[in-house]
């Protein structure tokens, strides 16, 4: 079976499911009635509390424990949880980071793992690991309609990076990559460091995601106010480092991916820096590419016996 899995800095999404990039662990079976992970002599559950941020996802396990739940979660749903599934994992780096893609490939394709979801035995056995641009995979639905545009620019505004990839007539320029360190955990880490210093009061992420998102909420006017202001300033410093890199989104269309993304679509669309946008709504996009690479590629694989130009296999 085929898994494709995008483990982003905030969340990890794969075709059916977006959850937190935080676990917890437990020396004993912990008494919560939530999804249960055993793995490595330990127990796991997923947290609301992320990993903090890691450039190199290969330093310990976690990572590949979120894998696991990600992989788990899919099983359970297509009701195929059974003693022993055949792996083949598609997952993705950032393009700025790509020449890893050997390493990232390493960390995932461990031979035959076993683990415990809920009380049944797993066992994966990982054949392949395929690796490929994250950004790229996101508007590979769109491929044939990009191939008509000489330069467009795909930006993915992620949780703790902005990643930006030049595609000419749909094909990735891995030449022009770019990565900046300006993501939502950044904002969002600044809005509640001055809310709570102009406010005495303690907010979390979710409270963020309501304002911007217009969902009701119980906090002031005066607090939305902060929280509206920051954002707005913060998507133009995005928009203004993407000049200093040399994309000129007045220039140039954009596709702008990213859960990131989603929050930052009304100040781009208002900003002047930018002369035409469309944006991938859908955060779970950068697995749904990875899905369709991944099923194309493995044919390929099965056919010719030889790789293609974007993914590397451990």
């Known amino acids: ?3 494709p899995v995008d483990h982003g800095n905030s969340s990890i999404k ?38 903090s941020y890691m450039r190199d996802k290969t330093k310990d396990d976690r990572y590949f424990i979120l894998t696991l739940f990600a992989i788990a979660k899919e099983l359970q ?11 083949d994992l598609a997952v993705g ?17 461990r031979g035959t793992v076993n683990f415990v979801f809920n009380g049944t035995p797993v066992c994966l056995v990982i054949r392949h690991v395929l690796v490929y641009p994250q950004a790229y995979a996101a508007v590979v639905p769109q491929a044939a ?21 030049l595609l000419r007539n749909s094909v990735p320029d891995m030449q022009f990559c770019r990565s900046l360190e300006m993501g939502v955990i950044h904002m969002s880490n600044d809005i509640i460091g001055r809310v709570n210093a102009m ?13 911007i998102q217009g969902r009701s909420t119980t906090l002031s006017a005066e607090v939305q106010e902060v929280v509206f202001a ?40 208002e900003s002047s820096q930018v002369a035409q946008a469309d944006f991938v709504l859908d955060s779970k996009a950068n697995a749904i590419g990875y899905g369709m690479l991944a099923t194309a590629q493995l044919r390929r694989m099965t056919q010719q016996n030889h790789g293609g130009e974007f993914f590397a296999e451990g």
């Open 199 to 211: 406010y005495d009061m303690k907010i979390e992420d979710d409270h963020i995601v309501d304002i």
């Open 230 to 269: 920051t954002v707005r300033s913060y998507a133009n410093g995005i928009l203004d480092k993407l000049r200093e890199l040399q994309v000129d989104l007045r220039a140039n269309p954009a596709i702008f991916i990213g859960g990131g993304s989603i929050l930052f679509q009304n100040f781009i669309e």
């Open 93 to 109: 780096l950032p393009p700025e980071h790509y020449a890893l893609r050997q390493r990232f490939a390493e960390y995932f394709k």
């Open 77 to 87: 749903k297509s009701d195929t949880m059974s003693p022993m599934v055949e792996t």
């Open 14 to 51: 794969t075709v059916n499911f977006v959850f937190s990039s935080g676990l917890a662990d437990y020396p004993i079976r912990p008494p919560v009635d939530t999804d249960i992970l055993e793995y490595g002599g330990k127990y796991w559950t997923l947290s609301g509390k992320r990993i």
């Open 145 to 165: 309609r990009l191939k008509e545009i000489p330069r467009t620019f795909i930006i993915d505004i992620g949780g703790f990076t902005t990643d930006v990839m």
């Open 1 to 3: 079976m085929l898994f």
